[in-house]
Structures are given as structure tokens and as C-alpha cells.
Nanobody, 126 residues
Framework: QVQLVESGGGLVQPGGSLSLSCGAS????????VAWFRQAPGKEREFVAD????????SYSDAVKGRFAIARDNAKNTVFLYMHRVIPEDTAVYYC???????????????????WGQGTQVTVSS
């Protein structure tokens, strides 16, 4: 059974930093790309960042480019999202998702992803 579990969310002040983790289980011996999406109240879920299996390909939305970084540790089945210089507009529930097909070249479309976590809340406020 495949399971993705996000952790690390919480309250952070504007300008601060926060690190999110996405732990995967049930994907032994399977290559997969991972993306982070987020959903703010009253808004659609939007793409944040993605990373290929070997970590050689990453991409970011314009809203977070230069402030967020995605990385992975395949030995620990974990993908990270490092959030820096956060702003109130970053407030959302953050979800990680796994794509087993395009593990070499992930895409930013929600429909490409096979498995999703339950999400972790990030609130940026003073």
C-alpha cells in the first residue's frame, strides 16, 4: 500500500523559514517523481515545485522561485521542501504527490500524479 505523509508545517513569521518533509512508503524498487502542491482557502490547488527521481530535474512556480528549494533523499524515501523568505501568500495546506510514470521528467499538472498525501498546514503570520 502506497502512502505519502507530509510533516513540518506550522506557524512561521513573514520573512522566516520552514522545512517540509514528505515520507513515502510502499514504493520499494520503484522510481517516482515528486511534486509539492498547495491549496489556500477558497483557491484551487496549485503547483509549487517538483523533482525527478535522481534529482537532476527540478522546477518551481514563479510564485516561489528563488525562495523555495526542493530536494530528496532516496535512501530515506523522503522529499523536502525548504521554504525561505516566506510571505503571507504562502499560507496554504501543502501536499506532496508521486508520479510513477514520468519519474525522469515530472510535470506541473495535478492529473499526472498517482498518489497524494493528506497535507500539512503552513500559516505565515506575525
Amino acid at each position: 500500500q502506497v502512502q505519502l505523509v507530509e510533516s513540518g508545517g506550522g506557524l512561521v513569521q513573514p520573512g522566516g523559514s520552514l522545512s517540509l518533509s514528505c515520507g513515502a512508503s510502499g514504493l520499494t524498487d520503484t522510481k517516482y517523481a515528486v511534486a509539492w502542491f498547495r491549496q489556500a482557502p477558497g483557491k484551487e490547488r496549485e503547483f509549487v515545485a517538483d523533482i525527478s527521481w535522481y534529482g537532476s530535474t527540478t522546477s518551481y512556480s514563479d510564485a516561489v522561485k528563488g525562495r523555495f528549494a526542493i530536494a530528496r533523499d532516496n535512501a530515506k524515501n523522503t522529499v523536502f521542501l525548504y521554504m525561505h523568505r516566506v510571505i503571507p501568500e504562502d499560507t496554504a495546506v501543502y501536499y506532496c504527490a508521486a508520479d510513477l510514470n514520468r519519474w525522469y521528467s515530472p510535470r506541473a499538472e495535478r492529473g499526472e500524479y498517482d498518489y497524494w498525501g493528506q497535507g500539512t498546514q503552513v500559516t505565515v503570520s506575525s
